[in-house]
Every structure is written in structure tokens, then in C-alpha cells.
């Protein structure tokens, strides 16, 4: 990642959240500060909250993602670009690894892209090579466990890192990554935040450099392994191999404050499908319904299946897997949408992880000028708004609120209420540049106050509400000045329109294929990228 500002622009707010949180203004809105930061970027006081999103996992629990404060994000976004030859270099340097990252088109969605694990199959196949057992792994809690110093251990070696942590150190420079990553959640040192995309370049620099440690003190033991960010298959002759292997893995992640999952730790026969069968056979399910001779009847069968798929394994990864197939065969254009929108509306209710796919392919049908059930889709998302607010469930109340703004489907002043008394800054800023943008009636009654911190979990609120208009009180705190600057410019976070104008083009997909966290390919897109990586958040 050469340029800091593909991280920043495309890269710090979470993939899970709906596309109008947008940081794509922020390198204009930068435009005469990065000197100043600069000058600031081992000063000590300086850090911040990050905002917290509750969000879905495929099995129906729960998951924390974040949003970092834009000032603090700046500097770990800079440090990753200046020293871009050496992540590399680690990187290419993996004999496991087959999620290296690639650096996104600037016409993808995210600036970083990490191959699905659907790929694991044919790449992890040739790694394994002619191993005669699999021992099959992954890292218990591998983000919210990584200890920040962890990463200067892993460039400069951990007895020497240990020996000098000042974040000014000229032999130990990851020290200042250490810095800039613990200023991002209030000096925290345990865990990175889940979501930004810097943090994913972290945390594949620390486990590329595990994974050369592993290859070379398991004593010629590995004949082959492939590693997808925090899940190994390693190949070996035999299974004391396999239990001679483990032992070095535990050792190894322990030293960096890491732990085997355990429950999901086993060595099996190398001719056992490394890829769930179910999956295989959904995808090519999905071709066929995506064939010439596609009948109404032919979309509503693999619907049920993959409804019956996901109350099976009780996992909602068979729904996405439906969705993207929706999304690859137009439905949004098709006269089946009427027969199968009902169904799309009762998934809401069941499969929370699917929300975000279901209001993508609404916002599709509304963007191109097609007729939808309005009165369906607003007393849905009602119902389950007043269900899941309470919760705290931000991912499905944003999402539904999203749908309901796009989709033009008025928000009553009792909602607006209730929302504007929900504590995240995600949901109120959203409710904040709705009323701005002329999509909501009343204005949100949220109390901002005279002073407007700077580096507390309101910072998203208080941004968007100074560089819009909607406060005119001061910012407050360490982060004062470049927060006054950035409002100065009007910057914007939140945009509606931009998505919705650029899906009314007939070749732009509901669902990006390079935003959700998986590569462009068609062919090959079972599983959002988070579900893959940590099951376990």
C-alpha cells in the first residue's frame, strides 16, 4: 500500500456498515494538515475512542467491529505506506500463507483485497502436496488477542524489541506502529480493531512472520501448509508429526500472546474435503440458476434449499450464497422479483447476517426505477428496528435504516425518537445527515452541548454534526485543531446518494464483489471475508 490515502479513503470504516459511511472526502478534507500531523505524530495525549459496531455472525452470535478516529487512523495508514517494501517483502516471505493481500484497483471498493477462503481448496491442495495427514488449526480470537507490542516483536525480533520500546527508537521503528495502533483505542495494547483495513495488514505481517518461525522448528516435520489469515491446514506423514507440529505452534503463538482454538483443532486424513461439500455443490447449484433456461420455479427451488441449507447447519452462509446468486441473475430486473420479494422479506426475520445483502438488492430495484412492496418492506423493517434497537444490535438497525432512506419510505418522528436515544455515533450520525440531506422531517432531538469532544466514541456524531451545519459549538480535546480543520473543509462521512447513482448503471452489481471483503470473481465467492476469517469473534 504505497499511498496512505487508498487506506484512508477507502479503508476505515468497517466493510459491514452500508455504503453511505464514506471516508473518500477525507484526502480533501486533509488538504494543508498532513504537515502539521506530521509534526504531532509522537506527541503523547493524543489518543482516541474508536466507534464500536455490533455486528452479525453467520452462526447467529455476535461480533465488534470499529471505527477509528480519522486523526489517529491517519498515522497508522502512513507508517504501513512509508514502510510498504518490508510488509511486502514479509508477506511474499510466508511459505503458509494464501491470503496475502492485494492492493485493490482504484475502482474497487476497499483498497485491500484478501482472496477468499473459497480459493483454499485448489491453492491449499498444492501446498499440502502429498502429506498423508492434515492438521487443521486456527488462532483462538486472532484480532481482539493480538497484543499491539506484539508487532515490533515481530519486525525487530522479541528480545530486542523488549530491550527498547520507546516509540522513538531508530533500530526498533515498528515501536511507532505499536504507538499508532494503541492511540487508535484509547492505548489499549490488547487486540486491533476489526474492520479497517490497515489492521488487517497488521495482523497478516505478524502471522507471515509466525508462519516462517513455525516452518523452520518443526524440524523438516511439514511437507506442506496453507495458512487464510488465522486458520492453518498443515500437511505431515504421520499423526505423531501432526502432534509434534501442534506442540510447536502452541509455543510459538504463546511467545507472541496468542492461543490455539482448541475446539476447533484436530488432524484428519488428507483425502478429506478441505472445503465444505455443501458449498461446493450450492455454487454449482447457483450456475444453473443463473443458466438461459432459468425458470420462476427453478430461483424458488434454490431458495429452499439454501433456506433448508442454513436451518441444517445453522449458519446463514448458504442465504448469502442465494443473494449473490440473486444479484448475479438481475432478479432486481426481472418479473420474479414479485415472487420471490416475499421471500427476501422473511428472511429478515430469521437470518440477521443477511440483512445487509437483502437491503443491497432492495436499494438495486429502487436505484434502476422498479416498483417495490413499499408498505412490506417498511413495516419489516419497523418491526425489527423496534426489536433490535434495545439490543444494541447496531449492524441491523443501520442497515434497515439505510433501506428505509434510500428506498424513500418515510421514518416517523417516533422512530427518529428512538434512534437519536441510541448512545452510537453510527446510528445517530446517520439520523443527523439524513435530517441534513432533506430525507428525514424532524430534527433529531440529540443534545451535542457547548463543547464537542474530539477523541471520545462520539467523534463520527460530532464531525459529521460541525461540517455540516447542524452544531456550531467548538471541538474540545487534543484533536481539537485538526478536527476544526477537516470541519472547516465540510467534510463528508455520510453520502446517500453516491451508492444509489452509482448502482442505477445496468453492469454495477447490488453487491460489490471487492467491498464485502472477498476478491472480483465470480466464480468463486462463497462466504463474506469475515465470516472465514474469525468465527470465534
Known amino acids: ?92 516471505s510466508s511459505p503458509f500463507s494464501v491470503s496475502t493481500p492485494r492492493i485493490g484497483k482504484p475502482t474497487d471498493d476497499r483498497p485491500v483485497i484478501i482472496p477468499s477462503l473459497s480459493e483454499l481448496t485448489t491453492v491449499a491442495s498444492k501446498k499440502l502436496g502429498r502429506s498423508a495427514f492434515i492438521l487443521k488449526t486456527d488462532i483462538a480470537q486472532f484480532f481482539p488477542s493480538i497484543y499491539t507490542h506484539a508487532i515490533a516483536w515481530s519486525a525487530h525480533g522479541v528480545d530486542i524489541a523488549k530491550a527498547d520500546t520507546s516509540p522513538t527508537s531508530v533500530t526498533n521503528y515498528f515501536n511507532q506502529l505499536d504507538f499508532f495502533v494503541r492511540n487508535c483505542q484509547l492505548a489499549e495494547t490488547r487486540g486491533v480493531l476489526v474492520g479497517p483495513d490497515a489492521f488487517r495488514l497488521v495482523s497478516e505481517y505478524i502471522a507471515s512472520g509466525l508462519d516462517s518461525e513455525i516452518f523452520a522448528d518443526t524440524g523438516g516435520h511439514i511437507i506442506g501448509a496453507a495458512r487464510h489469515v488465522d486458520d492453518y491446514y498443515i500437511g505431515l506423514g504421520s499423526e505423531i508429526a501432526a502432534l509434534a507440529t501442534l506442540s510447536v505452534l502452541r509455543d510459538k503463538l504463546q511467545r507472541y500472546s496468542l492461543h490455539i482454538n482448541d475446539a476447533k483443532t484436530k488432524t484428519m486424513l488428507s483425502t478429506e474435503p478441505l472445503n465444505d461439500i455443501w458449498a461446493q455443490s450450492l455454487r454449482r447449484e447457483s450456475r444453473e440458476v443463473g443458466g438461459y433456461f432459468r425458470q420462476t420455479d427453478d430461483i424458488i ?153 474530539t477523541t471520545d466514541n462520539r467523534w463520527l456524531l460530532n464531525l459529521v454534526a460541525r461540517a455540516r451545519g447542524y452544531s456550531g459549538a467548538a471541538f474540545s480535546g487534543a484533536l481539537a485543531g485538526e478536527f476544526q480543520h477537516i470541519a472547516d473543509k465540510h467534510v463528508k462521512l455520510i453520502d446517500f446518494k453516491a451508492h444509489m447513482k452509482s448502482v442505477q448503471l445496468g453492469n454495477v452489481q447490488a453487491i460489490s464483489r471487492t467491498r464485502y471483503g472477498y476478491d472480483n470473481d465470480d466464480e468463486e465467492e462463497d462466504g463474506d471475508n469475515w465470516d472465514d476469517i474469525n468465527e470465534v469473534f
Request: aromatic residues 12%; proline residues 4%.
Open 1 to 92: 500500500m504505497k499511498d496512505r490515502w487508498g487506506l484512508i479513503q477507502r479503508g476505515l470504516f468497517p466493510e459491514t456498515l452500508p455504503p453511505c459511511y464514506t471516508s473518500i472526502d477525507l484526502k480533501r478534507a486533509f488538504s494543508g494538515l498532513v504537515r502539521t500531523l506530521k509534526t504531532k505524530e509522537l506527541h503523547k495525549g493524543r489518543q482516541s475512542d474508536y466507534v464500536r459496531y455490533n455486528g452479525t455472525k453467520h452462526d447467529g452470535s455476535r461480533r465488534y467491529f470499529g471505527t477509528p478516529n480519522p486523526i489517529s487512523y491517519f498515522y497508522v495508514a502512513n507508517f504501513i505506506a512509508n514502510h510498504w517494501v518490508e510488509f511486502e517483502a514479509r508477506f511474499n
Open 301 to 453: 427451488l434454490f431458495l429452499d434449499r439454501s433456506l433448508d441449507l442454513a436451518k441444517q447447519l445453522y449458519t446463514d452462509s448458504p442465504i448469502k450464497i442465494a443473494l449473490r446468486t440473486m444479484d448475479k441473475i438481475k432478479l432486481y430486473n426481472l418479473s420474479d422479483w414479485e415472487v420471490v420479494e416475499p421471500y427476501l422479506q422473511r428472511a429478515l426475520f430469521h437470518h440477521s447476517h443477511s440483512i445487509d445483502y437483502i437491503a443491497l438488492l432492495v436499494a438495486k430495484r429502487v436505484s434502476i426505477g422498479k416498483q417495490i412492496d413499499r408498505e412490506g418492506w417498511r413495516a419489516a423493517a419497523y418491526d425489527l428496528i423496534a426489536r433490535h434497537l434495545p439490543l444494541n444490535h447496531h449492524h441491523e438497525v443501520v442497515w434497515l435504516v439505510w433501506m428505509l432512506l434510500v428506498s424513500r419510505l418515510a421514518l416517523s418522528d417516533q422512530l427518529v425518537d428512538a434512534l437519536s436515544q441510541n448512545d452510537n455515533a453510527h446510528v445517530q450520525a446517520l439520523v443527523v445527515a439524513a435530517y441534513l440531506d432533506g430525507l428525514v422531517d424532524r430534527r433529531p432531538p440529540i443534545r451535542l452541548g457547548a463543547r464537542l469532544a
